[in-house]
């Protein structure tokens, strides 16, 4: 069995956690697939946006094997802990938009992932959480760095110290997720974003979300600077030849044919 499911269709590649069992928990298997799964995804010409999902209807992904931790020490959780920044960072730096469909508990590592994400879409039966602390351990796949960027370092604090759930109501409401809606129009949801993304310029797409990422930690200087020089290199692409005659010949710009 497949630990990671990939379907692409009509430039829309779809990945699944396929641990249903155990609510597609996480070990050092799943993470090395997920990892070259979003790689592969990434390399191919024919993928434009990624939608990243757990199977089932309980879990996007409830977290990482607790029993796989119990028997770690530091060297063995210093690794692993690595090996999940890696697969984060994979997604969070990807050109390609990747687009969280939280169905179900996204807990601890499962949330961390879903933070990696550019664009995250909940039903409303999704539950997002922190709950390390309960295990006497921390988040240790980017979530002290990634969730106070999205939420404000206060409730990041309470979330992450207290170890409770998030509604996927709440999780909007502070600007965790961007969208909930019933499980059943979860993945149309995603494909209709999806779909509104790929009528645009892959490049335009790529070197938004780089300056979007860049951004952190820098000054608004830096970041400006930044942002103006990849504005200036996209003028010498074929792609904004194209979008810019399409808008003046008042027709549809054609970017992935």
């Known amino acids: 069995m497949s630990l990671v499911l990939k379907e692409i269709s009509n430039h829309i590649a779809t990945l699944t956690i396929n641990r249903p069992e155990v609510l597609n928990a996480m070990n050092d298997e799943v993470v090395a697939h997920l990892d070259t799964a979003v790689q592969s995804c990434i390399d191919d010409d024919q993928v434009g946006v990624i939608i990243l999902t757990?199977?089932?209807?309980?879990?996007?992904?409830?977290?990482?094997?607790?029993?796989?931790?119990?028997?770690?020490?530091?060297?063995?959780?210093?690794?692993?802990?690595?090996?999940?920044?890696?697969?984060?960072?994979?997604?969070?730096?990807?050109?390609?938009?990747?687009?969280?469909a939280v169905n179900g508990f996204a807990l601890g590592g499962g949330c961390e992932i879903s933070l990696a994400c550019h664009i995250r879409v909940a039903s409303d039966t999704a539950t997002f959480g922190q709950p390390e602390v309960l295990l006497g351990i921390l988040p240790g796949w980017g979530g002290t760095q990634r969730l106070p960027r999205l939420v404000g370092s206060g409730l990041a604090n309470e979330i992450i110290t207290t170890g409770r759930m998030?509604?996927?109501l709440?999780?909007?409401?502070m600007g965790l997720v961007n969208h909930v809606v019933s499980p059943d129009e979860l993945m149309n949801k995603c494909m209709e974003i999806a779909n509104q993304i790929l009528k645009n310029g892959p490049n335009a797409i790529a070197k938004s979300l780089k300056c979007i990422q860049k951004r952190m930690g820098m000054s608004m200087e830096d970041g400006l600077e930044i942002e103006v020089k990849n504005f200036s290199k996209l003028f010498a692409?074929?792609?904004?030849?194209?979008?810019?005659?399409?808008?003046?010949?008042?027709?549809?710009p054609n970017f992935r044919n």
């Open 237 to 252: 692409t074929e792609e904004a030849k194209e979008g810019l005659s399409a808008f003046v010949e008042k027709r549809k």
């Open 54 to 100: 757990g199977a089932g209807e309980k879990a996007f992904v409830a977290g990482a094997d607790i029993k796989k931790m119990q028997s770690m020490g530091p060297e063995a959780a210093l690794e692993f802990g690595k090996a999940g920044q890696q697969m984060t960072l994979t997604i969070e730096n990807s050109p390609k938009p990747v687009i969280a």
């Open 170 to 173: 709440e999780a909007k409401s």
């Open 166 to 168: 998030v509604s996927a």
